[in-house]
């Protein structure tokens, strides 16, 4: 009996130590912050609101692809589709209101893939900043679009298009500029994996590097 409340004890010691740890690394996490400036919307349709929240009035309604500039950073930070992202004073043509940052890409770019005829358009946001500084972008954070029809990216083997690595994890620091991160996402164009289209995704740009072969 008295071995048994020992061992249950240092089980319960256990479980509360490793939850302070996981709760230390998820304080360390902080959602990436846009600069002001000029960006693109990466998902339709997107209310526009009177506040920074979703209890806000809607004033405006923004498309795919649509052109914002971000005003200011509110900073009432709000997890949404398991994202957390803060809320952003922004003006499109002539309305001025909220959104919140998780509809917004990091980059974005137009582009013809390699074997299609048709243009693609590829945008990407930032999940978070981990403890390292480090930007996290995950499978789900990259939207592809081809005649405004998302492309899912599956991870399996036999997918027509697929990343040859996943991009969370490839960023890291560039050695002639420090501060500045990066990663390549690679798409292939047969089922043999030997042509891709690669691409070079930063934080204000996303760069075509061209056709390579495996």
């Not at 599956?154 to 420090?178: K, L």
Request: aromatic share 16%; with cysteine.
């Amino acid at each position: 009996m008295k071995q048994a409340l020992i061992i249950s004890f240092l089980l319960f010691f256990a479980l509360n130590i490793f939850a302070q740890i996981n709760d230390d690394y998820e304080d360390e996490l902080k959602p990436f912050e846009f600069e002001n400036g000029i960006y693109y919307m990466l998902d339709s349709p997107v209310n526009i609101r009177s506040q920074p929240n979703l209890k806000g009035t809607v004033v405006g309604k923004l498309g795919l692809h649509d052109e914002i500039e971000i005003i200011e950073n509110i900073g009432n930070i709000q997890e949404l589709k398991g994202v957390t992202q803060n809320w952003y004073k922004i003006k499109f043509n002539d309305i001025t209101g909220y959104i919140w940052g998780g509809y917004i890409s990091a980059s974005s770019i137009k582009s013809s893939l390699d074997k299609i005829d048709t243009d693609y358009y590829i945008y990407y946001r930032i999940s978070f900043i981990d403890p390292e500084g480090l930007p996290a972008v995950y499978l789900k954070d990259i939207f592809i679009y081809n005649n405004n029809i998302r492309l899912t990216v599956p991870e399996d083997n036999d997918s027509y298009y697929r990343p040859w690595r996943d991009v969370y994890g490839a960023f890291s620091e560039s050695g002639n500029t420090p501060g500045k991160y990066s990663g390549y996402l690679y798409l292939f164009n047969d089922t043999n994996y030997e042509h891709c289209d690669e691409f070079q995704l930063k934080l204000d740009e996303i760069i075509y590097v061209g056709k390579n072969g495996r």
